[in-house]
């Protein structure tokens, strides 16, 4: 099986807000239809809550599996990294991991950061339903200016900020 060429742990590295967890999403629906047969294995630690009890009885299902995908690495302890690392490589199994910053015995496979031109390609899906001047009126904003510049490479927390400003922009109070 073609995914089984790249054992151990592989991470997805970046700042919050800077579409990881999306990617790792987008990697375990695209498998899927790739070949059904792929077995895939995915934890989402932050969003589903994953217990460090559940996430032991999640680790020995990963045997049965062709490739594992585990959102929020840094937030298992530092046992548990390693035993990911080590796992993944003594039973040759694939293991794609997001993470804030690179662990030692793991692979830098993605590094996601926040430029211009994703600014507008995330905001152009976004508002695709609005009218266009709306994206070039937010985009040159000093709401969106300040945002971003508080946030950073956090693009989330920045179009948090602007939920008020485009509500209020897109439906302007006569």
Not at 93 to 100: G, M, Q
Request: proline share 3%; charged share 25%; hydrophobic share 35%.
């Amino acid at each position: 099986m073609q995914c089984r060429s790249r054992i151990g742990c592989s991470l997805i590295v970046g700042p919050h807000g800077t579409g990881k967890s999306t990617l790792l999403r987008t990697l375990a629906k695209e498998l899927s239809k790739l070949d059904p047969e792929i077995r895939v294995e995915s934890l989402f630690l932050h969003n589903d809550g994953l217990s460090a009890q559940r996430f032991v009885k999640s680790y020995d299902a990963w045997r049965s599996s062709d490739i594992v995908l585990l959102d929020g690495f840094e937030q298992l302890s530092l046992i548990r990294r390693l035993q990911v690392c080590i796992s993944s490589r003594w039973n040759r199994l694939p293991v794609i991991a997001t993470s804030h910053r690179s662990f030692i015995g793991c692979s830098v496979l993605w590094r996601t950061s926040i430029d211009e031109s994703t600014e507008r390609w995330v905001l152009s899906k976004l508002l695709a339903s609005r009218p266009p001047e709306l994206l070039n009126k937010a985009l040159g904003s000093e709401d969106w200016r300040l945002s971003r510049q508080k946030h950073k490479q956090n693009l989330r927390e920045s179009l948090f900020d602007m939920y008020d400003w485009w509500s209020q922009h897109d439906n302007p109070i006569s």
